[in-house]
Every structure is written in structure tokens, then in C-alpha cells.
Nanobody
Framework: QVQLVVSGGGLVQARGSLRLSCAAS????????MGWFRQAPGQEREFVSR????????YYADSVKGRFTISRDNAKNTVNLQMNSLRPEDTAVYYC?????????????????WGQGTQVTVSS
């Protein structure tokens, strides 16, 4: 069982930055790959980024590549998403999620545990 608590959302102007954090409970954090997803109003939940269990391998959606950076600290049970050069189209509720799948997946249903989500609003 993994419980995830997300923090760090807010309102920012276009071209600004935000850092999202996700704190996990439990002693098995390093057994899970971690992902970030987002969901805008009226839209399906979409993949943003993923980091492997030990952290060396990362994946990004094309829409955020070069602007967002995912990282994790297994000693602190945290995963972060640094978001730079934000755009109005990045506005959404952002979720962190944990997946026991060892293979790379962007499918939300393949992530077993989810945080509560945090609102990110980017004004133009």
C-alpha cells in the first residue's frame, strides 16, 4: 500500500515556473515507478512524465519535453516535477501516481496508487 500526497500547485504567469512534489508513505517506495499525469476540464487524464524505480530513466510527453523535469529521492520517498516555461495549455489538475509495472507505460490504469491532485493554473 502506498499513499501519495501532492503539493506545490498554484497560479503562475506564462513563462513562469512551478515545482510539484509528491510525498509517499510506506517503505516500498523504491519498488514503484512514479508518474505525473494531468487532467484539464473536459479532457481525459493524460501522461506527463515517468521515472523508473531507481531514477535513472525518465520519460516525457512531447508537449512538456525540454520544459519539465522529473526527479525522485528514494531516501526521502519523494518525487518532484519541476515545470519551467509554463504555458496556458499546461493548466490542469496534476496527479502523481505509482506503478508496480517495470515496463514503461503511459496508461493511467496501469498505475495502482494516486495522489489527490493539485491545481496548476497558468495565466497568459
Amino acid at each position: 500500500q502506498v499513499q501519495l500526497v501532492v503539493s506545490g500547485g498554484g497560479l503562475v504567469q506564462a513563462r513562469g515556473s512551478l515545482r510539484l512534489s509528491c510525498a509517499a508513505s510506506g517503505r516500498t517506495f523504491s519498488s514503484y515507478a512514479m508518474g505525473w499525469f494531468r487532467q484539464a476540464p473536459g479532457q481525459e487524464r493524460e501522461f506527463v512524465s515517468r521515472i523508473s524505480r531507481s531514477g535513472p530513466t525518465t520519460y516525457y510527453a512531447d508537449s512538456v519535453k525540454g520544459r519539465f523535469t522529473i526527479s525522485r529521492d528514494n531516501a526521502k520517498n519523494t518525487v518532484n516535477l519541476q515545470m519551467n516555461s509554463l504555458r496556458p495549455e499546461d493548466t490542469a489538475v496534476y496527479y502523481c501516481a505509482a506503478s508496480s509495472r517495470a515496463y514503461y507505460t503511459r496508461v493511467p490504469a496501469e498505475y495502482e496508487y494516486w495522489g489527490q491532485g493539485t491545481q496548476v493554473t497558468v495565466s497568459s
